[in-house]
């Protein structure tokens, strides 16, 4: 069974926002350590290999990629590669072709890329690879994102 409502805000993005709906942040929310870069994994394609290789660190060094997101953020580069090779195919062989018995018929690379675009920008927004999820974003930093006491109390908190 799923939890209705919107899915719940990370705390870290709420301070970046500035907590605009000034609700109570999560102090009990669990919050990885930094650690070390996620290792980019060896089943990747390559062309989701490239996307790994161009966005891991400087997520990273934002703070919002640690090790445990490591999954989803596979999986995002696993729907860019292929959905880029999707569009390739598109872009070289069209969106249709005629059949044996004279019908038009989509061809299969179009619901493919529709797929992997769903699933490419559903990942991009949780990791703020959008222009609309980076513009909820005014602070710099993450790893400096801490607020302190007072600060904590006047946005909100208890």
Not at 29 to 55: M, S
Not at 83 to 104: M, N, P
């Amino acid at each position: 069974m799923s939890t209705k409502g919107r899915k719940p805000k990370p705390t870290a993005i709420k301070v970046l926002e500035g907590n605009p709906g000034k609700r109570k942040l999560n102090k009990n929310e669990i919050v990885p350590e930094k650690g070390k870069l996620p290792k980019c994994p060896d089943w990747l394609e390559d062309e989701a290999k490239a996307e790994w290789d161009r966005l891991c660190k400087n997520l990273f060094e934002l703070g919002i990629l640690t090790e445990l997101d490591l999954m989803p953020f596979a999986s995002y580069c696993q729907a860019y590669a292929r959905w880029r090779e999707a569009e390739e195919f598109i872009s070289q062989h069209g969106t249709i072709v005629k059949t044996k018995s004279g019908y038009w018929q989509q061809v299969p690379q179009v619901s493919i890329s529709h797929q992997n675009q769903k699933i490419m920008m559903q990942a991009a927004s949780e990791f703020g690879l959008t222009p609309s999820a980076r513009s909820r974003i005014i602070a710099g930093n993450a790893r400096e994102a801490e607020i302190d006491e007072m600060e904590f109390i006047l946005m909100g908190g208890a």
